[in-house]
């Protein structure tokens, strides 16, 4: 059986779903084929909390996305009449050498973004919870927060199934049928059922080059765990009023306060081991949670002596250079990939979306994509 839309779209995380909006705000029909739930726990988008910042050191390229990308969030959730992203603050503090964290300073002042610059002691001046002896200084900007990703993605999908589009879940593509002439013809999912659109949008993550294998595209996941906590005492030290997104980019970890049942989140930006989606165990390593207690223990002692924790598992969708994937598939004008997210994908959702969709509709963005080609790698076509 077949169905028609003016676009279908394979994946339903952040970079799907917001392109499915940001199209049923230009009028068009899309269909988006989830393989599990929207916001499941295996997908990278499904999850309570994501870091919005707008330090990259001194690469002002992505400092810039994000100023773009924190201007739709904001339009995104006066549409969807909900707090979408909760401005709570970054810190990044220099626990290493420090150049990464004054190229952060140097970059937002550069570009007339409010950014602080404080010492150890006036970091603790502020926020109590830090061990002023743990890092050198701190850049602290105020636009930084956390986004509610899992919210995010249910008003995308809600926005745009309002307007006519569907989201189907529970649907696994298991085949993208494609010949010299037309490209991309159609998907046909485990059912047998054939989706067919004027365009096609790949937005699969770390399952992308599975699914498109025979592009050869140079996707590889790893493994990443996080963890949840809850303060052993004081917990109003830890909500957000007294404690904002933390980061150190010489240790890795990065933290959430207090945000959803009690619960802070600590994770690693680190590459993890390679793997995929399914595969292997769901549960953390004994050793993710030694690390990070070893990271509290410096930085804010008072914590370091958690009990109550859960485990989370997802994947980031490497490139080699960490940059996205946001361009055409080869031999198909009509289809497109959007996929290596690299890990730090979420943030700029909004304007993923927005891009994607001018890219699909009209052919052409004003985002400058250069960093995003394909062409920019050897593919080794199968
Ligand atoms: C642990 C962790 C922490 C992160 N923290 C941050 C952060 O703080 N800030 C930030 O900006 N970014 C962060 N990221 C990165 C960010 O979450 C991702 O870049 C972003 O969510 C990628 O979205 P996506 O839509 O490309 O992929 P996903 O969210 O993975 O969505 C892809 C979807 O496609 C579906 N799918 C796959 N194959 C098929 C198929 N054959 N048929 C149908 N459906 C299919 C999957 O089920 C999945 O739901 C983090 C990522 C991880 C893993």
């Not at 745009?160 to 593509?173: D, L, N, P």
Request: hydrophobic share 35%.
């Amino acid at each position: 059986m077949k169905t028609n839309y003016d676009v279908v779209i394979v994946g339903g995380g952040v970079a799907g779903l917001s392109t499915a909006y940001y199209l049923m705000k230009r009028g068009k029909r899309v269909a988006v084929l989830e393989q599990y739930e929207v916001g499941n726990a295996f997908g990278a988008s499904g999850d309570h909390g994501r870091v919005f910042r707008m330090t990259y050191g001194k690469d002002t390229f992505y400092t810039d996305l994000a100023v773009r990308s924190l201007a739709l969030w904001k339009d995104v959730q006066k549409d969807a009449r909900e707090e979408l992203y909760m401005p709570i603050g970054v810190l990044d503090l220099a626990m290493g050498p420090g150049q990464y964290e004054d190229q952060c300073y140097q970059a937002l002042k550069g570009m007339g973004l409010p950014v602080s610059k404080w010492s150890s002691a006036e970091t603790h001046e502020r926020y109590r919870i830090f061990n002023p002896r743990a890092f050198k200084f701190a850049v602290h900007h105020p636009d930084g927060g956390m986004l509610w990703a899992q919210r995010a993605l249910n008003a995308f999908a809600h926005l745009a199934q309002s307007r006519g589009s569907r989201v189907f879940t529970k649907t696994r593509v298991t085949a993208v049928l494609r010949n010299k002439t037309d490209g991309v013809y159609g998907v046909r999912d485990a059912s047998g059922k054939v989706y067919e659109g004027a365009s096609y949008l790949f937005a699969a993550g770390a399952w992308t080059a599975d699914l498109l294998n025979a592009y050869g595209l140079p996707i590889k996941p790893t493994r990443q765990e996080l963890l949840y906590l809850r303060p052993p005492n004081n917990q109003g030290r830890y909500r957000p009023a007294h404690c904002p997104i933390f980061a150190s980019v010489a240790k890795g970890f990065y933290g959430f306060p207090v945000h959803i049942h009690g619960f802070m989140k600590l994770g690693d930006h680190k590459k993890g081991k390679p793997g995929k989606p399914g595969q292997g165990t769901p549960e953390i390593s004994p050793g993710f949670e030694k690390n990070a207690r070893l990271f509290l223990r410096k930085l804010i002692p008072d914590l370091a002596g958690f009990s109550e924790t859960e485990g989370k598992v997802c994947y980031y969708d490497n490139t080699p250079d960490d940059d996205f994937i946001l361009d055409r598939l080869p031999d198909s004008p009509n289809a497109w990939v959007a996929a290596g997210f690299s890990g730090h994908g979420f943030k700029f959702g909004s304007l993923v979306g927005k891009t994607l969709a001018d890219l699909l509709v009209d052919g052409k963005t004003e985002l400058n994509q250069q960093r995003f080609r394909l062409t920019r790698f050897k593919l080794k076509e199968k």
